[in-house]
Nanobody, 123 residues
Framework: QVQLVESGGGLVQAGGSLRLSCTAS????????LGWLRQAPGKEREFVGR????????YYANSVKGRFTISRDNAENTVNLQMNNLKPEDTGVYYC????????????????WGQGTLVTVSS
């Protein structure tokens, strides 16, 4: 079993920055990808980006590419989502989620989920 806990959400002005963290515990060796997803009020959940747990290969949604960066601290089993130049449309609940095996980009069937952390970007 894998447990995921997010932290770092809050209220920021447009153009500002936030760093979210996701700490994994349990059988972390079972993780293949760790992804970040978000859900805006009244909208469906969408993919933000993901990182390969062992190799550090990252992918980003076009809407955040160049502004967001995913990185992993291997020693601490923590993945960070650095969000820069935030926009009001970035507002939503951000989740970290893990896949136990490789799956193509676009999958929403993650094996483990964190509880989510709220990010609000004001104009």
């Amino acid at each position: 079993q894998v447990q995921l806990v997010e932290s770092g959400g809050g209220l920021v002005q447009a153009g500002g920055s936030l760093r979210l963290s996701c700490t994994a515990s349990g059988r972390t060796s079972n993780i293949y990808h760790l992804g970040w997803l978000r859900q805006a009020p009244g909208k469906e959940r969408e993919f933000v980006g993901r990182i390969t747990w062992s190799g550090g290969i990252t992918y980003y949604a076009n809407s955040v590419k160049g502004r967001f960066t995913i990185s992993r601290d291997n020693a601490e089993n923590t993945v960070n989502l650095q969000m820069n130049n935030l926009k009001p449309e970035d507002t939503g609940v951000y989740y970290c989620a893990a896949l136990r095996r490789f799956r193509p980009l676009g999958t929403d069937n993650y094996d483990w989920w964190g509880q989510g952390t709220l990010v609000t970007v004001s104009s």
